[in-house]
T-cell receptor, first 111, second 114 residues
Framework: GQQVMQIPQYQHVQEGEDFTTYCNSSTTLSNIQWYKQRPGGHPVFLIQLVKSGEVKKQKRLTFQFGEAKKNSSLHITATQTTDVGTYFCAGAWIGTYKYIFGTGTRLKVLA | DTEVTQTPKHLVMGMTNKKSLKCEQHMGHRAMYWYKQKAKKPPELMFVYSYEKLSINESVPSRFSPECPNSSLLNLHLHALQPEDSALYLC?????????????FGQGTRLTVV
């Protein structure tokens, strides 16, 4: 079936270090969304990428969608303790409108 | 108002009980979703309603029964659940089904089946 894998599963960084999570789909995606879930919280929408090769920035966060629309990445520059949480990508396949969540990357930031 | 409200926040039920989870949004969204999330796992899609009609059922066991009484409300009726059904149940809504839709999630109902 359709799968969306993320690596790494866990990442511990010192505050101020950069962080990147990668999202890979088994098949070509129509678009991809990114969510953040704080411990004990619910997923909160961050961004949506639609076009092949698209790059979007939100302050310290940079999102990329691969040229083949099968992979994506989220890069955080100079992490802060407020960045702690699990980051999920969620992909939608062409011709469908259901989003399948990736396996998630749990980020811990050490002060 | 960009909130999706879920009640109750916590629920403990026996395997012979019948209970319902409720979800409400007032953003005018016409798509509503139920997800199940186990600890340290991603949310798993269960059901999608589009314009109050069930459009996706991800092969969910019949002991889970969704209902969409109107465009603002979504219920999940529970009956004869198993302990392995214990999880966080998340409701979400989006403007329309299809592409380019941001989903707003509720806080979830943490369900324990004993």
């Amino acid at each position: 079936g359709q799968q969306v894998m993320q690596i790494p599963q866990y990442q511990h960084v010192q505050e101020g270090e950069d962080f990147t999570t990668y999202c890979n789909s088994s098949t070509t995606l129509s678009n991809i969304q990114w969510y953040k879930q704080r411990p004990g919280g619910h997923p909160v929408f961050l961004i949506q990428l639609v076009k092949s090769g698209e790059v979007k920035k939100q302050k310290r966060l940079t999102f990329q969608f691969g040229e083949a629309k099968k992979n994506s990445s989220l890069h955080i520059t100079a992490t802060q303790t407020t960045d702690v949480g699990t980051y999920f990508c969620a992909g939608a396949w062409i011709g469908t409108y259901k989003y399948i969540f990736g396996t998630g990357t749990r980020l811990k930031v050490l002060a | 108002d960009t909130e999706v409200t879920q009640t109750p926040k916590h629920l403990v039920m026996g395997m012979t009980n019948k209970k319902s989870l409720k979800c409400e949004q007032h953003m005018g969204h016409r798509a509503m979703y139920w997800y199940k999330q186990k600890a340290k796992k991603p949310p798993e899609l269960m059901f999608v309603y589009s314009y109050e009609k069930l459009s996706i059922n991800e092969s969910v066991p019949s002991r889970f029964s969704p209902e969409c009484p109107n465009s603002s409300l979504l219920n999940l009726h529970l009956h004869a659940l198993q302990p392995e059904d214990s999880a966080l149940y998340l409701c979400a809504s989006s403007q329309v089904t299809g592409e380019n839709t941001e989903a707003f999630f509720g806080q979830g109902t943490r369900l324990t089946v004993v």
